[in-house]
Every structure is written in C-alpha cells, then in structure tokens.
C-alpha cells in the first residue's frame, strides 16, 4: 500500500475482531474507530479487546460518533442477523458520511434482488417469512411470536374473501413494514449512496468473494464457450465460534431431523450469499443482467452418526448433523449453475456424496462444462493435518477485505466489483 489508511472496524466479533487485530498490528493502517454492539465493551480500549497493549482509542456503542469520524474506509463485519435488522440503512448512512465500505457480509453483488429487497412486493416478503422456520436462540422469543402471528395473517390474507383488498393491503404494508422487518436496499439505492458519500462500496470474503469470483470465472476464462459451472463446498463448522449465525443450534444442528428444510432460517439468509454469485457468474459468463436470474434452493438434513460437543451445542446421533443446501441458477429454463454447501459437525458426521471433496475435513469441486472441453479442480485438505480450525476460513475473508482497501479507496465512486480483464506491469530487470 503506497499510504496509510484510516479505518473504522463495525462489529468486532469474530471476523471483526480477526480484522481489527491485523490493522492494529499493520504499519498500513491507523485504526481511527470501533463500532461494538455488547454494552460491556462500550468504552473499552480497542486494543485490549484483542489482547493487544492499549491503543488509545476507545470503542463505542454510537452510531453517530462513528458517522462523525474522519476516516477512509470501514471494515464492515456484522453478524448475518443484523442483514434481517437494518444493516443496510447503517451502511447508506456509512457511505453518505463520505467513507468507503468494504464489507464480508454482504454487496457482493448489490444489483442482484433477493426475497427480502425492497422491489419486492411486501405481501410476498411477508407470506415468506410466515413460513419460515427457525431454531436455536436466534431469532428470540418475541420474533418467534412474531412469526406464528404472522403466520395466522398471511392465511387470512390469502384466504379467498380477502381477495378483492389485496391491492390495498399491499399498500399498507409497504407504508408500515419497515418498521416491524426492514428490507434489504436496492442496488440503486446504494449507488446512490456512494455517489452522494463520493465513495465506493465492495463486498469480498472467503465465498463469496474469491473461491468464484476470482478462481473460478478465471479458470472459466480458458473456455472458448462456458455452458455450466458447479461449485460446491464442504466445511465441518465443530470449531466455529457460538457467536457465528447465533450459534450451531440456530442453524439447525442437533435438532430434530423434520425441523430443517428449504424454508428454515439458515435457507433463506443464504440467499444473501449466493444469489449474489448467481448473479456474478451469470453477468460475466453469460452477459446477463441479475434480473433475468431466477434462483431456486434445496436444503435437507442429514443425521448425525456420532454425538459431538460444539461451542454450546450438542449433536446426538439422530439429530441434525449435517446440512446439504443447494442453490441453483437459471437464465429462463436454463441452469447455468448449482452452488451447493454441506456443512457438518464433527469429522464422524461428514456427509460424503460420490461428488464430493475426499476428505472428513471439507474441501471444494469446481466444474465447468464447455468447450473445447471440462475443467475439474479439487481442493482436498489432509485429514491427518487437519486440526479443524475454523480462524483459517476467518482469516483467508479478512486478508481478501484488507488487501483490497487500497483499491476501493481509489475507485471512482459507486458500487465496485473484481475486475477479471488482463492486467499487466513493467518487470524489474
């Protein structure tokens, strides 16, 4: 990096915390603040919230002391959650404030609409979160009742008397909906943003954000002509911290094999992830917009074999130990991708289909058909080196956010994504 750059960390958990522990420790960063959510932490001395000797800056639980830093760039690490919470309105505000965003949770593809964007109508919106099905302690109790009550509406709603005051009522919850479960923005939206704040706003990490927009569309790149990519990747989550996705038990593991299914939480929030790669591949493979992709998921369990202690998780043989969660990609009635996860917990609960990665640890498949033939790349990690240890997949996304500072900060202002064209330099003889 040719200057150092000063930047805000919002939300050291995890990945947050990974990120904010490199910039301290980085002679390319000055670390001007740290937005926290834990009323505990407000206060404390962002370099001891990382083991780290004092730095002299202190956290904060303020949205508005953060907005009135002067600073080039946010780190932006919330959890999932906070997607389904307004994440995006503190983002335009971030970009408005005149700072750029580099974000791993999201705006991996800001154009691509998914179930909860603002275009979509909100007795759509709304008929899908009545079906959703949650587990663990995230969502809470309240958003639990919500959820059941909601449910009862929508069938009243859906119900042929209400009928003839549909157009109303989807009027009226647009008003008021906000309020109650706030949608995700618009791509245009953000763009305005950035153009307002004269900034640029990225969103990169382990997947998305490099294992497909940048291994695979390159290796695609060797075709004459792509007709279909599948990509699929394997990870066992036993190291993941509790605070990830509200904990194990959240997403469904350990719990009764009926409880998960295509309408589970975990389904839907992945579509914050995926669709964006849908969308990516599509744009750059097939020149198509991310409004002609239709996207459809399949998610199923898979049961646990042997019992495992995770975090504050206990999976029993029976229960959810393993979840295989599929998304596929069509331009009209063609598919031209399937992206699958598999997660599972514990080495002894691998679920290992005939196409997957060899190894109890996890890995990745990549396939491209086209022509003048297929590319078939596996990445098989070692069993026996294996410790299971999950900060690696954290620490690949944070590097991906921290080496692409520089050029974000450079970028003419608005939404930026990776630029796969032929670059070359000068060599040094």
Request: net charge negative; proline share 7%; charged share 20%.
């Amino acid at each position: 990096m040719g200057r150092r750059h000063r930047v805000i960390i919002w939300g050291p958990g995890d990945m947050g915390g990974r990120a904010l522990h490199a910039t301290l420790t980085s002679p390319d960063f000055d670390v001007v603040g740290v937005k926290v959510f834990s009323p505990h932490k407000h206060g404390t001395d962002i370099g001891e919230l990382v083991s780290l000797p004092p730095a002299g800056i202190t956290a904060t639980t303020d949205k508005q002391e953060i907005l009135d830093l002067e600073a080039d760039c946010v780190i932006h690490t919330p959890t999932t959650p906070a997607l389904l919470k307004g994440a995006d309105d503190d983002v335009i505000e971030l970009l408005e404030s005149g700072k750029n965003v580099v974000s791993a949770a999201s705006y991996h593809n800001a154009s691509m609409a998914n179930w909860l964007t603002e275009s979509r109508p909100p007795l759509d919106i709304l008929r899908t979160l009545s079906k959703m099905r949650v587990t663990g302690a995230v969502p809470g109790p309240r958003e639990r009742q919500a959820i059941t009550a909601l449910r009862w509406a929508m069938r009243a709603v859906d119900a042929p008397p209400a009928r003839p005051i549909r157009p109303l009522l989807e009027a009226a919850v647009g008003q008021m909906m906000d309020r109650a479960v706030p949608r995700r923005r618009s791509g245009e939206r953000l763009q305005q943003a950035c153009l307002r704040g004269g900034v640029s706003l990225h969103g990169t990490g382990l997947h998305p954000g490099l294992m497909v927009e940048q291994v695979v569309l390159r290796l695609a790149g060797l075709l004459d002509e792509v007709r279909e990519v599948a990509f699929l990747e394997v990870g066992d989550l036993s190291a993941a911290p509790d605070g990830m996705w509200g904990g194990l038990s959240s997403l469904g593991f350990g719990t009764e094999l009926g409880a998960v299914d295509s309408d589970h939480a975990i389904a839907l929030a992945q579509h914050f992830y995926f669709d964006d790669v849908l969308g990516n591949v599509a744009h750059e493979l097939f020149g198509a917009h991310s409004r002609e992709v239709r996207v459809e998921r399949h998610v199923y369990p898979v049961p646990a074999r042997v019992e495992v202690a995770a975090g504050g998780t206990i999976i029993r043989p029976g229960t959810v130990g393993a979840i295989h969660m599929t998304y596929r990609g069509y331009l009209g009635d063609r598919l031209f991708m399937t992206n699958e996860e598999c997660w599972h917990v514990g080495a002894g609960n691998a679920h290992l289909g005939p196409d997957h990665p060899d190894s109890l640890a996890g890995g990745h498949v990549v396939r491209i058909d086209g022509l003048p033939g297929g590319i078939e790349m596996r990445n098989v990690p070692d069993d026996d080196a294996y410790g299971g240890d999950w900060s690696a997949v954290t620490h690949i996304s944070v590097k991906a956010m921290l080496d692409v500072v520089a050029a974000v900060c450079a970028a003419p202002a608005g939404v930026v994504i990776p630029d796969l064209a032929p670059r070359y330099r000068s060599e040094a003889l």
